[in-house]
């Protein structure tokens, strides 16, 4: 998704610049940012955030762009 990278790179760029960002709020961004054509799958991974990391979000959604 196009929309992720692009915001793994801001987000990049701020931890660079020595700010800290908790994994916890880069998920939850993550999800948020995804396009109004994954809506069954964002709420899916709205319930799953807390237990998730950046890696592993990624991973699900690389395997979810495949499938679709």
């Known amino acids: 998704v196009n929309q992720v990278q692009e915001l793994q790179l801001i ?4 931890l660079a ?3 800290m960002i908790s994994e916890s709020f880069q998920v ?4 948020e940012k ?3 054509t994954w809506n069954d799958f964002k709420n899916y991974l709205e319930h799953k955030r ?3 990391s950046v890696e592993n979000l990624i ?4 395997i979810e762009e495949d499938n679709r």
């Open 59 to 62: 991973f699900r959604l690389w």
């Open 17 to 19: 610049e020595g700010m």
């Open 28 to 31: 939850a961004t993550i999800i």
């Open 11 to 14: 987000i990049h760029g701020i």
């Open 34 to 36: 995804l396009p109004p």
């Open 50 to 52: 807390n237990e998730m």
